[in-house]
């Protein structure tokens, strides 16, 4: 039932994600909820270990909770993954889309400089920067020739 009202609820994977793969996504959902009540926590999120390890852990994490909030139901989990989903080619969408896909170019960049942008006032610094890097080992995880 709750995989069916999320198709209605939730077109943003709609023509994107198959049934099956939505009720993989509902199954992963309520094995997190520990609570079981319709919702994840932060707390539900650290459980996951790839999370845990990962120095961008709790910035991910935090992408899935709106501002002022502690808990996501399955819409607002679904609409935070679809940024992770590959861009698909417009050209083979038959029916272009009313707005812009969450998995858009456009929408990933801004959705990955949010990860970075720690005080959300637009603009990263330099200090918001350091804190990144300092989380990552930088010389094993990507090149910094473009610093020097």
Same mark, same amino acid.
């Given at each position: 039932?709750?995989?069916?009202?999320?198709?209605?609820l939730c077109p943003v994977f709609v023509s994107a994600v198959s049934?099956?793969?939505?009720?993989?996504?509902?199954?992963?959902?309520?094995?997190?909820?520990?609570?079981?009540?319709?919702?994840?926590?932060?707390?539900?999120?650290?459980?996951?270990? &790839?999370l845990a390890i990962n120095p961008l852990g709790d910035r991910i994490?935090?992408?899935?909770?709106?501002?002022? &909030?502690?808990?996501?139901?399955? %819409?607002?989990?679904?609409?935070?993954?679809?940024?992770? %989903?590959?861009?698909?080619?417009? &050209?083979?969408?038959?029916?272009?889309?009313?707005?812009?896909?969450?998995?858009? %170019?456009?929408?990933?960049?801004?959705?990955?400089?949010?990860?970075?942008?720690?005080?959300?006032?637009?603009?990263?610094?330099?200090?918001?920067?350091?804190?990144?890097? &300092?989380?990552?080992?930088?010389?094993?995880?990507?090149?910094? %020739?473009?610093?020097?």
């Open positions: 039932m709750v995989v069916k009202n999320c198709l209605l049934h099956s793969q939505i009720t993989r996504l509902y199954s992963r959902f309520t094995s997190l909820d520990k609570g079981e009540n319709g919702t994840l926590s932060r707390e539900d999120f650290q459980r996951i270990p &790839e994490i935090n992408a899935f909770f709106p501002e002022g &909030e502690d808990q996501v139901n399955f %819409r607002g989990f679904m609409r935070t993954l679809a940024h992770f %989903r590959p861009i698909e080619d417009n &050209e083979k969408n038959k029916n272009p889309p009313t707005s812009e896909p969450l998995n858009s %170019r456009t929408n990933k960049l801004l959705f990955a400089f949010r990860l970075y942008d720690l005080d959300r006032d637009d603009k990263i610094s330099r200090d918001e920067l350091l804190q990144v890097l &300092e989380k990552v080992d930088v010389e094993q995880k990507m090149s910094i %020739r473009f610093l020097h």
